[in-house]
């Protein structure tokens, strides 16, 4: 499987997205400071696997510490998860897992844990996020493999893979676990402008994996839906609000507003930290806008003219209405939302210890 993300010793180290697929570089972050720049600058994107830098990057930054004391230590450990936060907006991943540090954090104070126990049971945490990160994207594979039809064609939008996991992915994990059963399916990816995270890193995974791949550009999708020749949507979800509403990869909406027309199943592959219930709908759910110069230039150079304005809303939020299921480690939601996705959350807060 693909090492998207790992922690060793003094070092969180992880494949430089951006750089792929010409070059498989590892950057390697010895700072919190630098695993947040990392989060920052798309080293490593993608919801779940954002929440796992941000954790492994608390548990580098609080095992730096070259403090004795823990109120001291909580001093650090506090500002290091507002630097985190601070990283991207969107992707609720993000602050579950910072919460979750937190949490931990807390426990070990009111269990009056040394400092250097405290930072054992932060490493012990974020290494936990990570593990569970991969078995819930092989739990929603199974869930979700059972609605990809045999000889199924698949569309599928940004880069909801390994590399946007700790590993084997969400939208891209379905397709796997597809594969794994048995199906034979072959694999439509939107290019996604314009950090071309579909062209650029779906289309890596999915050929290393020998899973028939083709790219399109994003505007080719309603031309092959016209003709007949895509038969399931699945995508990923960077927050997804208490009805359903799901922010993605900006032309996510596109795409399922299209296979509406076309009567095409749109699916969204998520775990339960990508949910968000206390964002009522998508119109809660904040849109990182991002610079300007990732649209107007393309590999260095210059497409637009001087003076035009450039959007660069990095995500949109897709309504309910038009997604067929919600995939998670726990099973397939239904509209309505509001219930499916509550009762995924009394059935998780009852499974817990
Ligand atoms: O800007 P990115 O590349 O972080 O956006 C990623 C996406 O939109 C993914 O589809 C989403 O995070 C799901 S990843 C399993």
Redesign the pocket.
């Known amino acids: 499987m693909l090492p998207t993300i790992a922690r060793e010793d003094d070092t969180v180290v992880m494949i430089d997205q951006r750089k792929l697929p010409a070059k498989e570089i590892y950057v390697r972050c010895k700072t919190a400071a630098e695993v947040a720049r990392a989060i920052k600058t798309?080293v490593i994107?993608?919801?779940?696997a954002i929440g796992v830098a941000a954790a492994m990057g608390i548990a580098l930054g609080a095992r730096n510490s070259k403090t004795t004391g823990t109120q001291k230590l909580a001093a650090e450990f506090y500002t290091i998860c507002e630097l985190m936060a601070s990283t991207r907006p969107t992707?609720v991943n993000l602050f579950w897992a910072i919460d979750r540090m937190k949490r931990s954090f807390a426990a070990a104070v009111e269990a009056g844990e040394s400092v250097e126990q405290i930072k054992d049971r932060l490493d012990r945490e974020a290494n936990a996020i990570h593990d569970e990160d991969i078995a819930s994207c092989r739990a929603m594979g199974a869930f979700g493999a059972a609605v990809v039809p045999h000889q199924a064609r698949i569309l599928t939008h940004?880069?909801?893979g390994a590399l946007?996991?700790a590993g084997y992915?969400?939208a891209l994990g379905v397709i796997r676990a597809a594969v794994e059963a048995g199906k034979q399916v072959t694999v439509v990816a939107d290019e996604t402008r314009p950090?071309l995270?579909g062209a650029r890193l779906t289309a890596w995974e999915l050929v290393r994996d020998g899973i028939d791949t083709t790219v399109i550009t994003d505007n080719m999708a309603g031309a092959l839906m016209n003709q007949g020749q895509l038969d399931i949507v699945v995508?990923?979800?960077?927050r997804i609000a208490a009805n359903g509403d799901t922010a993605?990869?900006i032309g996510t909406y596109t795409v399922a507003v299209l296979a509406r027309e076309h009567n095409i199943p749109f699916y969204v592959a998520a775990p339960l930290s990508t949910i968000d219930l206390n964002a009522l709908d998508g119109r809660q759910i904040p849109i990182e806008e991002r610079n300007p110069r990732e649209v107007s230039h393309l590999a260095g150079s210059q497409l637009t003219p001087d003076g035009a304005h450039i959007r660069n809303p990095?995500?949109d939020v897709t309504p309910h209405h038009l997604i067929a299921g919600i995939i998670t480690e726990r099973g397939i939601c239904r509209a309505p939302y509001t219930e499916s996705l509550k009762r995924v959350f009394e059935t998780e807060v009852a499974r817990l210890p």
């Open positions: 798309m994107r993608g919801a779940p992707a940004c880069n909801a946007a996991t992915g969400t950090f995270q995508v990923g979800a960077d993605n990869k990095a995500f």
